[in-house]
T-cell receptor
Framework: NAGVTQTPKFRVLKTGQSMTLLCAQD?????MYWYRQDPGMGLRLIHY???????AKGEVPDGYNVSRLKKQNFLLGLESAAPSQTSVYFC????????????FGPGTRLTVL | DAKTTQPNSMESNEEEPVHLPCNHS???????IHWYRQLPSQGPEYVIH???SNVNNRMASLAIAEDRKSSTLILHRATLRDAAVYYC??????????FGTGTRLKVLA
């Protein structure tokens, strides 16, 4: 099992460019999450999904969109990148049982110039 | 969602026990207490969780106060590999896990 994988690992964008971060999990988990972590800070929830075809906003959703067309994939999109979106992005997944353990990916380090 | 309060940082000597506290005075009766940790340059990993009773697993123990307004993560013998940021999270039956800033644990050789 690969667990949770994230693509790409690193990316540099110019202000105004767009990109999509891909998260994939092979554990058949129902729930998937996107977090961002700024330097010296904890994780903040951007969006999450409780199943294929459903998404919901977290704490800091502005400037991001997500899609969950397949159960195993959760995509995070930045339509027009801003320097404030420079961060490390983590994806996580967990089972549908209440309080199931979250499994995290290795992160994507994004820099917006 | 219930808020948590943790010390910003703690230090421990190697092979000694470590007690990491967390206050969650607004916790509700059905809220679970979770602990995750984040090693340097990695994503967080699950440590332990509990509801009312104390819990033990291979990584740590979780001691929950009788009124549930606080809890303590116990690492029985800290190693250098336990140096990480430890997050205490309260989940309220929703799908969201809200991370705070956590406690940075430094283990001294």
């Amino acid at each position: 099992n690969a667990g949770v994988t994230q693509t790409p690992k690193f990316r540099v964008l110019k202000t105004g460019q767009s990109m999509t971060l891909l998260c994939a999990q092979d554990m058949n988990h129902e729930y998937m999450y996107w977090y961002r972590q700024d330097p010296g800070m904890g994780l903040r929830l951007i969006h999450y999904s409780v199943g294929e075809g459903t998404t919901a906003k977290g704490e800091v959703p502005d400037g991001y969109n997500v899609s969950r067309l397949k159960k195993q994939n959760f995509l995070l999109g930045l339509e027009s990148a801003a320097p404030s979106q420079t961060s490390v992005y983590f994806c996580a997944s967990r089972t549908g049982t209440l309080n199931g353990e979250q499994f995290f990916g290795p992160g994507t380090r994004l820099t917006v110039l | 969602d219930a808020k948590t309060t943790q010390p910003n940082s703690m230090e421990s000597n190697e092979e000694e026990p470590v007690h990491l506290p967390c206050n969650h005075s607004t916790i509700s009766g059905t809220d679970y207490i979770h602990w995750y940790r984040q090693l340097p340059s990695q994503g967080p990993e699950y440590v332990i969780h509990g509801l009312t009773s104390n819990v033990n697993n291979r990584m740590a123990s979780l001691a929950i106060a009788e009124d549930r307004k606080s809890s303590t993560l116990i690492l029985h013998r800290a190693t250098l590999r336990d140096a990480a940021v430890y997050y205490c999270i309260i989940t309220s039956g929703t799908y969201k896990y809200i991370f705070g800033t956590g406690t940075r644990l430094k283990v001294l050789a």
